[in-house]
Structures are given as C-alpha cells and as structure tokens.
C-alpha cells in the first residue's frame, strides 16, 4: 500500500500542475486532446487486451452480465472514447468566459469570470471509459485529475492512462497534470480523503455504498453520482404503441447503467389494455417482473414486489412494475422512492406532462422520450464526469460549465471606500 507520505506528495504534485494547466492556451489543449483521441483508435488493440485480462476475472468471480457490460471494451466502445476527445476538443473553452460585467456608480468595473476548480479527485467503479472521459473533460476545463478506478478494472484503466499519459507527455501539458492511483487497497482512498488543501473535489462514481464511505470519511467538497432509480409513468393519456416501445428501451438497451428504468408506474385506467403486451415484451427480452398486486391480477408469472424494490436500482434485467390510481399518486410515489436522477412521463395529455415537469424534482424529467438519453453525449457536451444528484453547483450530466467556478475581477482608478 502507498505511505501517507506518499500520496501527500502525490497530491502536492498535481496541484502544483494544476496551477501550471490554468495557463495553458485553449490551442494547446485541444491538440493534445485531439492527438489523445487518434492514440486510443491506434492503441485499441493493446487496450483490449488488458480489458480482457479484467473480464476474465470478473467472469471468473461470478459477476452479473450486467456488471461484465460495464466492464467491457470494444472497438466500437473505444471509438466511442476516441469521438468523445475530438467532441471535447472542438467545443468552446470555458476557461477565461466572462460570465457578467459590471460598472459600479463609483467607476468599478467588476467582471466575474470562469477560471478552472482545480484539482479533482473521481473514485469510480467498473466502467473504464470513464477514465478517458474525465481526463478529457478535466484538462479542457483546465483542472488536473486524481483518478482511481476499482480492482475490477485496475488493468483497463492503466492501459487507458498510460496512452493518454504517453501522449500528454509529449505535449504542453505540466506533468502531473494526470494522475492514476495504481494501488486498489481501500485505505489509499482513506488517505486521499483527507487532502483538503490539496484536491478541491471528491466526483465519487459508483454503488451506493462507495458514495455513502466516501461522504462518511470526506474532507473535501464532494459532488454525489447517487445511484439512478429511474422511473417512467405510463398516463392514462399515453400512446400505447409509443409508451411500449420507450419503457422497452429504457430497460433493455443497456440495463446496467445509471439512467436506465427501475420502475414502471402505469395508471389504472390502461393497465388492462398495457400490461399484458408490455410485460410479454419484457418477458421476450429476458426482463424479470416485481409487480404490485394489481399488476399480478393482470399479469401471470410476475413476482410480487415487495417494499425494497421500490428503491432498488437493480442495473440488471429486472423491473418493479406498479399500477397507480393517478398521476398525484405517481409523482408521489417517485419522490418517495426515487434518486431525484431521471424519470419520464408517456402521455399526450399536455395538462399532464405538465404538472410532472413542473412538480417531479428530478435532475432530468422526460415527457414521450427514454430515460437512456440522460447522459453528456446525448446532451451535446462531448462526455460527461457523471450524473450529478445533488442541487448544488452543479445538475444532472456534468460537462465542461460544472467543471468550472468563477471569481471577480475588479478595475478600479484609485477608489476608496468611505
């Protein structure tokens, strides 16, 4: 395990380069991040096969398909990382914007601009290529990066660091500027938890029990990617063909990530015409079924939900399903139950779709579209750091503005206050 002291050092070093990063030229950024991007295409192969290293242990333990989906790496998956670079590169800098500007009675001119928050720490689990997304989101916005992925991924996510890190090498990036946390004991992020001074945020990512130890032990500033128990209400006023084919994608298309459906809520009034075809569908697709009683009535072969379920995100094939009495009911019971993440209403009732985006308190609230778009691509903002679920400073999927704070500068011709 590595010294106190020497991730102390470790943390001096970055911050250090993370002084350096805040004056380096938008030009020089986005060259590096475009070279970063052709260097994961040319070194896919070589990335591939530590990632298999890794899948075979994952394999070997017993672990879900859906965590072995998360886990993987493709060509294609690769690409994805890759494209995600070029998108981050050709987007606007934020660094230096001038947020508002201010004239004062008294001659001040008080601008508040953009600068960088400085060093970050991302503690992650499974998923690999968040180590590319978060270096590319992070030193565009001009901030260095601590990560540390889990032992599950150890071997992908150093091949990833070390082509990236090849490449920033060789560019006008400071050293240090990048950061991997080699070492998978649990007490390297004790210790890291206590570096305030030095690391400016925590961006946990992961199972709910990572972000709880995480928020337990911190000494820093943390931004919570709480776990996505996602619903979608099918409304007495939905198009049924429409409300089958969103709810299917958002539980099937990829079921272990963070804004796919946990929970289907479906009014009264047409769950007899939209179980029994929905629910065959699920079935067809591999879906296990927790359904309340009435859900049970109308539907054979459904295991009955009991109250757990209805805060599990099971990021598997496996869905609770709930017949409500309205949409007061259904908005009360996400609120009860959910993670404030993303959740969905199918209807073509605009009163209806109104009063869900006005009164669920989610970070990202659909009408007639699936939860799965929750994400920075989707979004237009290249990639993202993760989900946020908290409220303040930074919402929903994290791009490069929530990477930002701000500061003022003030001009002034030898005022004084009296």
Not at 232 to 256: F, H, W
Not at 289 to 311: M, Q
């Amino acid at each position: 395990m590595m010294t106190s002291g020497e991730i102390k050092r470790l943390c001096e070093r970055v911050k250090c380069a993370s002084r350096k990063l805040a004056l380096v030229s938008t030009r020089d950024k986005n060259r590096a991040l475009i070279a970063m991007g052709k260097a994961l295409v040319k070194n896919r192969s070589y990335i591939i096969k530590e990632n298999k290293k890794d899948l075979a242990t994952a394999i070997q333990r017993g672990m879900p398909s859906a965590f072995i989906d998360r886990l993987g790496l493709t060509e294609s998956r690769i690409s994805g990382m890759a494209k995600s670079m070029f998108d981050i590169a050709r987007m606007k800098d934020p660094v230096g914007e001038i947020i508002e500007s201010v004239r004062r009675p008294n001659g001040l001119l008080i601008k508040k601009v953009r600068v960088p928050i400085g060093v970050i720490l991302i503690i992650y689990e499974a998923r690999p290529n968040v180590t590319s997304d978060c270096i590319g989101l992070c030193l565009k916005s001009s901030n260095a990066i601590i990560l540390r992925g889990g032992s599950e991924s150890i071997k992908s996510n150093t091949a990833i660091f070390n082509v990236l890190t090849g490449v920033a090498n060789k560019s006008k990036l400071p050293k240090g500027s990048i950061e991997l946390i080699k070492d998978t004991d649990r007490r390297v992020v004790n210790e890291l938890l206590i570096q305030d001074g030095l690391i400016d945020l925590v961006m946990p990512r992961g199972g709910e029990s990572l972000i709880r130890e995480v928020v337990k032990r911190s000494r820093i500033p943390i931004i919570k990617h709480y776990k996505g128990v996602c619903h979608t209400y099918v409304d007495s006023g939905a198009d049924l063909k429409m409300a089958e084919d969103i709810c299917l994608n958002a539980k099937i298309q990829r079921p272990g990530v963070c804004n796919a459906m946990e929970t289907m809520l479906v009014h009264k009034k047409i769950a007899g015409r939209f179980l029994p075809c929905m629910i065959k569908a699920f079935a067809g697709s591999g879906v296990e079924i927790r359904g309340c009683d009435a859900t049970r009535r109308i539907s054979s072969g459904v295991k009955r939900a009991v109250e757990s379920d209805w805060y599990t995100e099971y990021l598997d094939l496996i869905l609770s399903v709930k017949v409500v009495n309205d949409i007061d009911e259904a908005i009360a019971h996400i609120m009860k139950y959910g993670s404030y993440h993303s959740d969905a209403i199918i209807t073509k009732d605009k009163k209806a779709s109104g009063k869900f985006l006005n009164e669920v308190d989610s970070a990202c609230v659909y009408v007639n579209a699936s939860t799965r778009f929750t994400d920075g691509g989707q979004f237009g903002k290249g990639a993202e750091m993760g989900i946020s679920t908290d409220k303040i400073h930074a919402r929903g999927p994290m791009g490069l503005l929530e990477l930002t704070s701000y500061k003022y500068l003030i001009f002034g011709s030898g005022q004084i206050r009296r």
